[in-house]
């Protein structure tokens, strides 16, 4: 695998970070037709698998109606609390605010790639 340092991250592969008290505003905002949250947590091992393979490809994780959001579960429990998690990665979707569905663990690029790609088009008819 490649040797990206995953603390560049998200400068390597930006996305808005949220507070939970900025989600809801950030969600109705209308930005994208659809955002995916990353929730994470610093020094998280399955977290960094998932950051590392999304650097590995960034390209196939960049969608024009998607916009990606970010925020780290250990610095803002509410997040964990309020989605009901129990681990971490986890990648919730919506279309505004209506939460569409949730990934987690983290299944690999290609099964995840395709369940988004699957949420593109469904969104899209």
Known sequence: MATTTVPEFFRQFPM?????????????DGAAPLDILFLWGHDCPN??????????????????????????????PELGTRFGLHGVPAFIVFAGTRKLGRISPWPGSDAFVEAIERQIAQHAA
């Open 16 to 28: 808005r970070q949220v507070r939970a008290a900025d989600l809801d505003a950030a969600l109705g």
């Open 47 to 76: 977290c960094d698998v998932a950051k590392r393979a999304i650097l590995a490809a960034a390209a196939r994780f960049r969608w024009p109606e998607v916009r990606w959001l970010h925020g780290n579960v250990y610095e803002e």
